[in-house]
């Protein structure tokens, strides 16, 4: 009993585990930006910041991102999927030179980012390209861009311990009750009845015998 038990809690935190580390970008909310030409800070934020749900839809299709501050920005397309971020550029351009020109991409409610690396579909190689836990950034600073250029990035994205290691636990103290109530119950049926708060036990019917002398 106790072993059967035990083999369904690591059943459960096998397939919670596998749950938890499939999480990845898919589902999150994305901020997406803009920004030129010294830092990806406030200060130097070009364009509006636009808010998406990653899922099937692009998140950031062409003229999205419009000037705030005088800077034209080159017409891009930004898809987010689930462990990738594919940028396309939808004309031939010359991107400013500086410090930082390009995206910042900021997640909520994504699991946390632990690095980033350029697929090898990609036909265009960012200045630069760098990560947070919630955070990519990518700069094409002084970079020819051709039309239909594709900048295609790996993401790898996993839960944080803390909150895989509560949910483990939870599923276990869980497992743990419910296992000590089934237990309590079954040693209670064999339990003596009460009557008047003394335990008694069924007298059973005897048949007298004639004493023989």
């Not at 369904?8 to 898919?26: K, N, R």
């Not at 997640?107 to 947070?132: E, K, M, R």
């Not at 909150?163 to 743990?176: A, D, E, R, T, Y």
């Amino acid at each position: 009993m106790l072993n059967r038990f035990w083999m369904a809690m690591i059943a459960a935190a096998f397939c919670l585990t596998s749950v938890v580390q499939a999480q990845g970008l898919a589902g999150s909310q994305v901020t997406g930006g803009i920004y030129c030409c010294q830092a990806p800070t406030e200060d130097y934020l070009a364009t509006n910041l636009v808010t998406a749900t990653v899922g099937p839809a692009v998140e950031f299709p062409n003229g999205v991102f419009f000037p705030t501050r005088g800077i034209r920005p080159i017409p891009v397309t930004i898809d987010v999927a689930d462990s990738t971020i594919d940028i396309r550029y939808n004309q031939a351009d010359l991107a400013a030179g500086g410090a930082f020109n390009g995206y910042v991409l900021d997640f909520a409610g994504a699991s946390d980012i632990t690095g980033v690396s350029l697929d090898g579909l990609s036909t265009l190689t960012p200045t630069s390209l760098a990560w947070d836990a919630n955070s990519v950034f990518i700069s094409v600073a002084s970079q020819l861009l051709p039309l239909n250029s594709r900048v295609l990035i790996n993401v790898v994205a996993v839960p944080e311990p803390a909150i895989s290691g509560m949910l483990l636990g939870g599923v276990v103290l869980l497992g743990l009750l419910g296992w000590h109530r089934n237990k309590l119950h079954a040693e209670g049926a064999n339990k003596p009845h009460v009557e008047g708060g003394i335990p008694f036990r069924p007298e059973r019917h005897r048949h007298s015998r004639s004493k023989i002398i």
